[in-house]
Structures are given as C-alpha cells and as structure tokens.
C-alpha cells in the first residue's frame, strides 16, 4: 500500500513562512510564561497538598470551594473530575516557614492535608468523631482491622479486608446495608453501625510536596531536558556534520519551547509525567529527523552537482509516506487515549498529540532550514565540487 506514488511537494518553498510562525508562537508562549499566566506546576514542582477525593453525593466546585473558606482555604484549586459530579481534585497552598527542616514542612502539608479533610467532612462528621466513632469512608486497613480484631478474633483481618476492599471499587460507601452482600457476620455488621459513621469524604490519592523537594526536582527535570539535548548534538554531530546536530537540537529546543507554551495557553499542569512526556516527543522527533538526515547524505552521494535544498526536497518527499505512516499511527493511538482515556491521563495524552504534530512539523520543516541557512553563513561561497 503507498499513500504516495511519487510526492513532489516543495516543502522548503515555506521555510521562512514556517521559521516566522515557529517565532510568533515561542514568543508568545515565553511572554505569557514569564510576564502574563505562567506555568501551572503541579505539586511534583511546587509545594502543597493535593487531594483526589469521592462526595457521598453529587456537589459543585462552588459549594466544595465554600466548605474550604470557612477554614481559610477559599483560594484552593479545586477541579471536578468524573462525570459523576462527586470526584474532586484539590490542590492546596498555606505560607509554610521555610527556614524549617524538610520533615517539618512535609508535616506541615499533611496537617494541611488532614485541614481540608475536616472541612469537607461536614458538622455532622466532626460531632461524630467527637463522639468517639470511627469514619468508615476514611480509616486505613489497619486501624479497621485492629478495631474488628478486638471484638471478633480471628475473623477481624478478613472481615476489615472485604470492606476496604469495597470501599475502594465504590468510592465511598453510602449506606451500611451496603456491605450485607459482603459476607459479613450479622453480628459484625451491627458492630460496625455501631462503632463507626459514614462520612460524607473518601480520599482516593493524597500527595505531599516540601518546597525544598519542589525546588529539587525542578532543578532536576531541567537537568535531565538539558542533558538529553547535548547528548543528541553530540551523538549527531559525529555521525553527520555539525550543522546537522545544530539543526537538530535547535528543532527540539524549539519542540520544547512550543510544547510548554500550549501548556502555558490552556493552563494545563506541568508535573513529572508532563516532563517524562517531553522527553518522549524529543526522543520521537529526532528519531524522525535521523531518517531524513539520513537519506539527505544518501542522495548527496548519487545527486551531485545538485542544489543542497533540493536534494533535500528530494528526500523529504522521498520520507514522506514513512513519515505519514509512522506518525499517524502514534496519533491514532494517543487520539484514543485522549479521548477515551479519562481524567487522569488526559494531560499526558494532549502532550503527545502536540508532540506528534509538532514532531513532524519541526523535522520538515525547521530542521532542513536551519542546516541551509548554517552553510550559507559558515560555508565558504567559492567551494568547489568534486
């Protein structure tokens, strides 16, 4: 199957029109990063606490945000996730002292952690608790498991198992004949309407960031963007020229660039799987625009006396269907994820659908450009050839 018998697209036709949309868009994105919105750090890179959690029932943001200002955490971030209108994502920042030692801060969000819990909770939980009653929807295992134990030795590890373990496939248990179909003793469903309450939360994932670890591991994920950039100049430049691994790295920088500034525009949230994504696409565009570097020193080989742009139109149009097949693949899967996929793996999802187009973008047509544009200025103009 050929998607092109014989292409003759002059790509490099469009250099300039493509480096002056290249600039507008990475202008863009620095300005509105560095003077305007920013970057949206998740906690991976920031500090603070965040929650995923599961209502009993259905809430809006507005009512949750409410709940959080009456203890002085109005200005929390807080995003509905799920069709369900009872899962919620919150993100949470109070001024921490940062001359603390590290363990004392991460204490610090945890109590903050545990504030917005209390919040959510409602009065109703807060007088039971008071009351010496164990939240259901919010023990661990372990305390569940103790509590059970005490009064029915033996089959308090199973028992506490089976309710945890259905507490984790629901989200949130509504009401305690619920857990009839449990198996449980009928002795033991009454303790447990005894001794313990329902509350209106469940948390489904806590996470905890220090500014110190923030700091850290933003130190380390530009390392690690700017490490994997020298080592492809490096690697390129022996293998081809050194204008080829100046192009190269000079597309991905701007692969980067333009990724960060969609992130910056849709206000998405940068955190360690965003940057492991990153690092995806520049690995997935080099990869591309080897290939076309590639047959560029093949047909120089046989092409001689030909223009050095179009023996690069030559092979570009000759890559052109490997290009198309490879990339749309990726674009069909990721297109998929991205749609069907869910909450959690959306953002990732969005970066590789920018990556994919962006990949084959930058290698047509940027990454030829530049290494044309390289041996004007640095190539003697009276070379002669052999």
Known sequence: MQLFKTPNIKFLKYKYIALALTGVIVLAGILNITVFKGLKLGVDFGEGTMLRIMLRAPSSEGQVRDLLSSVGLGKSQVQRTGATGREFQIRAMETINTKAGEQDQLEAHEALADKIISALRGDDGKADLARGLVDLNAVDERTLTGLLEAAFP?????????????????????????????????????????????????????????????????????????????????????????????????????????????????????????????????????????????RVRENQKTMRGKPLEEVMNISLNQCLARTIITSGTVFLTVGALFGFGGEVINDFAFLMLIGTIEGVYSTVYLSCPVVLFWQKLFKPKNTRRR
């Open 154 to 294: 033996g089959s308090g590890p199973e028992s506490a198992r089976k309710v945890i373990a259905y507490r984790t496939d629901t989200g949130v248990i509504a009401d305690f004949q619920d857990l009839a179909g449990l198996g449980l003793k009928p002795e033991a469903l009454a303790f447990l309407k005894d001794k313990t309450f329902l509350g209106k939360i469940t948390v489904l994932s806590r996470e905890t960031v220090g500014p110190q670890v923030g700091a850290d591991l933003r130190r380390k994920a530009v390392q690690a963007t700017i490490w994997s950039l020298i080592g492809m100049l490096v690697y390129i430049a022996l293998r081809f020229k050194l204008e080829y691994g100046v192009a190269a790295i000079f597309t991905l920088a701007q692969d980067v660039l333009i990724t960060m500034s969609l992130y910056s525009f849709t206000n998405r949230e940068i955190n360690l799987p965003i940057i492991a994504g990153i690092l995806t696409i520049v690995g997935f565009s080099i990869n591309d625009t080897i290939v076309i570097f590639d």
